[in-house]
C-alpha cells in the first residue's frame, strides 16, 4: 500500500480509490488504539462495505469504533485464541476484541476441515460485530464453498407478539458459488430494519416506511428518532422474522458461549456502540454433493429465475457499485472525508 489519501482526492469531487480509503482507516483504527492486524482487517471491511455502498456499515461507523475503542468497551489488541475441537468443529475466543480478527484467525483451520470433512462450523465468542456480514462469507463462495453465517446484536428488537425489546437486529448473510457470474450472496437483518439505517433516516430528517417500529408506548411510528430515542424496531416478516431473530439468539450466543442480544450492559462505558455477542458460522464443501456441479445447478437456478422475470438478485446492486467504484473511485462527501482524515490525525 503505497498511495497517500491525499493524493488520491481531488478537492472539488472527493473520491478515494480502495487501497487510499483502507490506508484512511487504518491510520484511524491504529490512532485510536488498535493493533495493526486488527486495524488491516477492519479497513479492509468497511472500506469493502463503502466500495460496494452498504452505507449503513461503511465509513458512517467510523465515529461508533471510534468512541467505542475510546471507552474501553473493546479490546483493539486483542489476539484471538482458535481451538480445534472436532473434526468439524472450531472455537475461537475473540478476547473482548472484534469478531473479523477471530475469523481472520480461524479460517485457514475452517477451510481445512470443511474440505475434508464436507462441513465445519466456527463459533466465535467475546466478540464484537459492528459492521456488515456478507463480507466474512463472500469469500468462501469465490473459493467454491458455501457460507452461512449469523451474528447478534443489542436488544432493539420486539420479538412478535411481545411488547417490549429483547432480540437484537441478528443478520443472517449467505454466500454460494455459481458458474458464470459472481456468487449468490443475501445479507440481512432479521429486523425490519437495520438499525444503521434507522440513524441514518434520523440524521437526513426523514421518515422511515411503515411498520419498522414503534415508539417509547410501543405505538408504531415513523419517525427515526422516536425509534431511537426509547422505542424499539419490529421484526421483518412478523412470526417468521422473529423466528429468525431467536435462532439467530441460539446460535451466535448459546451456541457459542457468548452473549445474548440482552446479556451485556455497557452502560458504565459512555461513547461504547459495538454489541458484545457473538458469531457462528457454518462452511460446507459442495464437491462433497451428489450430481451435478453444484455451481452449474446454482447457475441453472439463476437462470430460470431470470426466465420468469427476475431483474435482480441479492448482491447485483452491490457489485454494480463495486464496478462503479474501480472505475470512478469511492464517492465521500467532503465533510465526511475531513472528518475521516481530523481522526486520522493527518
Ligand atoms: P437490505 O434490506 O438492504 O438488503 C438485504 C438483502 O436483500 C441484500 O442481500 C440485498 O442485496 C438484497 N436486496 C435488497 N433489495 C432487493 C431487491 N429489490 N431485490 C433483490 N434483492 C434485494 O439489508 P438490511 O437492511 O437488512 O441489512 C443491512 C446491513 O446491515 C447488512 O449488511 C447486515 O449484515 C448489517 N447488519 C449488521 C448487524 C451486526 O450486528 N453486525 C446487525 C444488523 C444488520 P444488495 O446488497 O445487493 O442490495
Ligand atoms: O445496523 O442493526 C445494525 C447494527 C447493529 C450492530 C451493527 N449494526
Not at 220 to 239: C, N, R, S, V, Y
Not at 302 to 325: C, F, I, W
Request: aromatic share 6%; with cysteine; net charge negative.
Amino acid at each position: 500500500m503505497t498511495a497517500s489519501p491525499e493524493m488520491a482526492v481531488s478537492s472539488a469531487n472527493p473520491s478515494l480509490d480502495f487501497d487510499s480509503l483502507v490506508l484512511l482507516l487504518e491510520q484511524i483504527f491504529v490512532r485510536h488504539g488498535t493493533s495493526a492486524d486488527v486495524a488491516r482487517t477492519l479497513a479492509l471491511n468497511c472500506a469493502g462495505a463503502e466500495r460496494d455502498g452498504a452505507h449503513s456499515h461503511g465509513v458512517f461507523r467510523i465515529p461508533g469504533y471510534v468512541s467505542t475503542l475510546k471507552s474501553g468497551w473493546v479490546n483493539g489488541q486483542a489476539v484471538p485464541v482458535v481451538e480445534d475441537v472436532a473434526s468439524g468443529f472450531v472455537r475461537v475466543d475473540a478476547g473482548n476484541g472484534f469478531a473479523q480478527p477471530a475469523l481472520a484467525a480461524a479460517r485457514a483451520l475452517l477451510v481445512e476441515k470443511a474440505r475434508s470433512a464436507g462441513i465445519a462450523v466456527l463459533a466465535i465468542r467475546n466478540s464484537h460485530h459492528f459492521a456488515a456480514l456478507w463480507p466474512d462469507v463472500e469469500p468462501f463462495a469465490y473459493d467454491g464453498l458455501v457460507a452461512l453465517s449469523v451474528v447478534n446484536s443489542m436488544t432493539c428488537v420486539v420479538p412478535h407478539g411481545a411488547d417490549r425489546p429483547l432480540f437484537g437486529t441478528n443478520p443472517i448473510a449467505f454466500a454460494a458459488p455459481r458458474a458464470d457470474g459472481e456468487p449468490i450472496v443475501f445479507d440481512l437483518a432479521t429486523s425490519a430494519i437495520a438499525h444503521g439505517d434507522v440513524q441514518i433516516a434520523a440524521r437526513k430528517g426523514e421518515r422511515l416506511p411503515a411498520g419498522m417500529g414503534v415508539d417509547g408506548l410501543g405505538q408504531p411510528t415513523q419517525d427515526p428518532k422516536a425509534i431511537l430515542e426509547g422505542g424499539a424496531l419490529l421484526p421483518f416478516g412478523g412470526h417468521k422474522g422473529s423466528a429468525l431473530s431467536m435462532m439467530v439468539e441460539l446460535l451466535a450466543a448459546a451456541l457459542t458461549g457468548g452473549n445474548f442480544s440482552f446479556e451485556f450492559d455497557w452502560s458504565n462505558h459512555p461513547g461504547a456502540k459495538t454489541p458484545w455477542t457473538g458469531q457462528l458460522l457454518i462452511v460446507i464443501d459442495p464437491s462433497k454433493a451428489a450430481g451435478q456441479s453444484f455451481a452449474e445447478r446454482s447457475q441453472e437456478l439463476v437462470r430460470q429465475m431470470h426466465g420468469v422475470g427476475l431483474k435482480r438478485l441479492p448482491g447485483d446492486r452491490r457489485h454494480q457499485q463495486r464496478a462503479k467504484s474501480a472505475e470512478h473511485g469511492i464517492a465521500l462527501d467532503a465533510q465526511t472525508l475531513a472528518n475521516l482524515k481530523e481522526l486520522a490525525g493527518s
